[in-house]
């Protein structure tokens, strides 16, 4: 780990700062297949202590442009990405009629890595206070995350304090010794200066990068599913995004470099139809799971054959016939990384997907065959003036960005603290798992 893994953190949490202040600024999904954008207006009654604001924002104006430059989680051509994101952003400056400066941004991918690690202080039966709080924090350990990471997310699971465990909040509580177990998160630094570069020479100025998985979460996932456990899939174009939450908070996030960009490619090999008339057959006539009726429907393929006047046709069989190995391939992939984390030994086992591929009929049923019979697909949790074509699960991130915008004061930022203590050993997650349920 390096110093500007630190440094970028806290130059972000100052921009977060005047992006409050101001009162309107962006969030901006940039995936595979689109890039959407909400801006959002914060109360102006609360502009005064912004860190301590929980809510009261309004939705302004939404914009969604196809994505280029972008595949698999990784900006590979700078250029067009860049393009994509000045359109979203003018075209939502038109509508409010006021210059953004400030985003928010979710993107998936990265080679996510997660770990725990936990770090305690003396009270010597005093009352806990915020600097023993911050002390505690500051004792946590740095894991070794791999070379080349950047930090994305560092939050408080829980104190304790002496036998008292589960505490949300310690301060003023007494006791001997005040412990803190904390979940990190980091991707590969690459993706994060990607994303970071692309903003920044769009003239914005970045105040957060969340993971994909984690939005998603926060945008499908009920109050008691959170607090229960369950694990969200978010599967978009490019990949499909994972988060584990237990008691409130994602305990781990992973990502499978396979989306529902394979599908559609698959579609227009098996055809030899172009890549856009593959998506609208996946889009208007996929599936999953095939029944007797799909040989009946035939469906036309849209492109003139050898002849003149002659349409090549397929059914809707054959259709499902090309998808459901993709999806299948898909979906065993996120069993296995859900069987690394000890998934299935949680108590709770609740599975909810999301995200444009998630769409397929016959999707649930074949996940709850392949990753367990608690699954249900999600649809973000609505948020006020949310417009009708912006309710889909195709944008469970980005509304779910709006959501973790709003709880600053879920993670920790005092990085100079973490940096202080250097690297040190981790607790494997699912040890840790295994100790608190």
Known sequence: MTASMFQAQRAMRQKYRQALKRGLFAVLDIGA????????RHDEDMRADPLAWQGNLRLEATAVSASEGVSRGEIHDMRRAEKV??????RAQKEVGECIDHVFV???GGNPVSAITAGSTELGGERTREADIADALAACPLPDLGPGRQLLHAQPLHFWIDNRTGLGDPLGQTGQELGVEMHLLAIDLPVFDGVLGCVRNCDLDLCGLTAAGQAAGLGVLTEEERRLGAAVVDIGAGTADIALFFRQHMIHAASVPLGGALVTSDIAYAFDIPFAEAERLKTRFGGCIATSRDDLDEIPLGVEGEWEGERRTTTRSELIGVIAPRMAEILEAVRERLEAIEFYAMPSQRIVLTGGASQL???DR????ILGDQVRLGVPIRIARLPENARGPEFAALVGLVHHVMRPSDEWWDFEGLERRGKGPVRRIVQWLASNW
Do not use: N
Request: proline share 4%.
């Open 361 to 363: 009929p016959g999707l």
């Open 366 to 369: 074949m996940a709850a065959r």
């Open 33 to 40: 297949w689109k890039t959407a954008c909400f801006v959002l």
């Open 106 to 108: 979710t993107f998936g």
């Open 85 to 90: 994101i000045r359109t979203v952003i003018h």
